[in-house]
């Protein structure tokens, strides 16, 4: 193994990508979305750049979003994505090929595992590992995952929410959901469209997100102005949303994750949901900061759950993790 072979993990999502270098960390954390030219089909921006294109770009230009519900929609620009995302993070002067570590949601197919690995290889990596993310959340969130005990691990992102109780380093039972973040801000964007006669961009719907909702009633609600289209006069028009108003436009998205976690629960041995009921469900990924999620969670299973410390960056951080103990994390790890 050369000194100069750098090693990446790479939280390949489907709202952001976040890469994380053996010895650096998390050096970078963009939104999943690649600008693409028609006109002579060339790739303009990727990450920060290209989101803030979405809904503001003329005709030739489109921004994609190559992951849908955490897999590869569009083989061909998750391909530049990558590249672009692996040169940024070893910098210009890199000749090295990387070995390079990615996650995918526990639910994925093998063909949808050999799209990664192979768009990997393809955007420069020398040796590419895929591993599902509730094994690097585990890791990231530092559960021992070796151990015979029962862990509950619920990994809420943009498409996909993953759901497993890990013991003995593999995974026991697992669900992966198409609910979560994204769906939450269509739910919100489609009830301002009912209720208020008003357009509103996915900007907006995940700002109203994290600014003032919450997953159970609130008895002092916040108020938020949001700013949209008038449907009926195509002019634009403010109106004023409170918390618990977009509690119940997310409803039947969060139950569906309820339903999730109580559909793993019921397939784990009792053993292990007795450990998981002395340890609590860890959560984490973006979506999971969502206020007052875990409560939801502790009210509608009886088990407390409660959010790790970076939600945000547990897959990242257990890419790393495991690919410094690669020997001893083999196990855990699909294939190359």
């Known amino acids: 193994m050369s000194f100069f072979c750098k090693k990446l993990g790479i939280d390949l999502g489907t709202a952001n990508t976040l890469v994380f270098v053996l010895g650096k960390g998390v050096v970078l954390n963009e939104p999943s979305v690649v600008a693409v030219s028609e006109i002579d089909n060339k790739v303009v921006a990727v990450g920060t750049e290209a989101k803030e294109m979405i809904g503001k770009t003329p005709d030739d230009i489109v921004a994609y979003r190559p992951m849908k519900d955490g897999v590869i929609a569009d083989y061909r620009v998750t391909e530049a994505m990558l590249r672009y995302y692996i040169g940024k993070a070893l910098g210009k002067f890199n000749i090295f090929r990387p070995e390079v570590m990615i996650s995918v949601p526990a639910g994925v197919t093998s063909t949808e595992r050999r799209a990664v690995i192979e768009a990997a290889l393809k955007s420069g990596a ?58 939450i801000d269509q739910a919100i964007a489609d009830y301002i469209k009912k209720t208020f006669n008003l357009a509103i961009g996915d900007k907006t719907a995940e700002n109203v997100k994290i600014s003032i909702a919450s997953a159970v009633p609130l008895e002092e609600e916040e108020a938020y102005e949001i700013k949209g289209r008038d449907y009926m006069t195509g002019l634009p028009r403010s109106a004023e949303i409170k918390t618990n108003e977009i509690t119940r436009a997310i409803d039947n998205e969060l139950k569906e994750i309820i339903r999730a976690i109580k559909d793993v629960f019921q397939e784990t041995p009792p053993e292990l949901a007795a450990d998981i009921i002395d340890q609590g469900i860890v959560m984490t990924g973006g979506t999971s900061q969502l206020k007052n999620l875990p409560e939801l969670v502790f009210r509608r299973t009886n088990v407390r759950a409660f959010l790790t410390e970076d939600p945000l960056f547990c897959v990242a951080k257990g890419t790393g993790e495991a690919l410094e103990h690669l020997e001893s994390y083999k196990r855990s790890i699909i294939a190359k």
């Open 126 to 183: 020398r040796n590419a590992y895929v591993v599902k993310e509730p094994i690097l959340s585990a890791i990231g969130a530092g559960i021992p995952i070796y151990e015979p005990r029962g862990h509950m691990v619920i990994d809420i992102g943009g498409g996909t929410t993953d759901i497993a109780v890990i013991s003995l380093g593999g995974i026991v039972s697992s669900t992966s959901v198409k609910h979560a973040g994204n769906k």
